[in-house]
């Protein structure tokens, strides 16, 4: 917010009720009464740049529903517009946006199984949550990754309560996968929530992430 500037001290409508209806005022007067009306001046075109600035940034964030997010926050604006489909979803990226230093990628396991019950597994996630809270508070949650295309009700499942409990009954993701897809993977894609389907760009890329989490250091 800009600095606030104090209003002028004198009545717009008392001065010029004066300056049009006295006929004789000194030039002391006159000097007061032109002060007076460099305040209103002044005022006007500070409460005018105030005006500006404030367009220029509705204009700015308006801009952004037209492009693809940048940011998560930009994604849940995106979500908040089409409540209600995305009402219950927007609440869990908001607890990730607020919890996000909490979450950690510890380390991604390719699934190399032939069994038919996982082999349509591509990996799995690894992720911790409560990251620098007490050691109690912190748990680690396993998030597997279906091969493109390969699972009907989604491309993740994770064995978390939320994702249990909430997932079929919210129509929501997690957000342990929240955090894999928005920012491990850097995907902010509303067409994602809504089919829960990554797309064959968007499962590379979340393979990227495993496989940079799986080289040594």
């Given amino acids: 917010m800009p600095p606030k500037m104090r209003r002028p001290c004198s009545n717009l409508s008392s001065v010029e009720n004066i300056v049009y209806n006295f006929v004789t005022l000194s030039l002391k007067s006159l ?19 105030r005006a500006i600035k404030c367009s220029e940034e ?15 926050t930009d994604l849940i ?59 109690e508070a912190e748990r680690e949650y396993e998030v597997k990754l279906y091969k493109h295309g390969m699972n ?7 064995n978390c309560p939320e994702n249990k409990f909430n997932s079929k009954k919210k129509d929501i993701v997690c957000k342990h996968i929240c955090f894999i897809v928005c920012k491990a993977a850097n995907i902010l894609d509303v067409a994602y929530f809504q089919s829960k389907q990554l797309t064959q760009d968007q499962f590379d890329a979340v393979v990227k992430v495993g496989e940079n989490l799986a080289l040594p250091e």
């Fill in 152 to 158: 009907e009700k989604g491309s993740f499942w994770c």
């Fill in 58 to 72: 509705i204009e700015r964030r308006a801009s952004r529903f037209l492009c693809a997010p940048e940011k998560l």
């Fill in 77 to 135: 604006n995106l979500m908040n517009e089409r409540r209600p489909i995305g009402q219950n979803q927007c609440h869990t990226l908001e607890t990730l946006h607020r919890e996000e230093s909490q979450f950690m990628l510890s380390r991604y396991v390719e699934n190399t199984s032939t069994v038919r019950r996982t082999a349509n597994v591509a990996g799995t996630f690894y992720i911790r949550a409560g990251v620098g809270m007490d050691t």
């Fill in 31 to 49: 000097e007061t009464y032109r002060f007076y009306l460099k305040e209103h001046l002044d005022f006007i075109t500070y409460r005018m740049d």
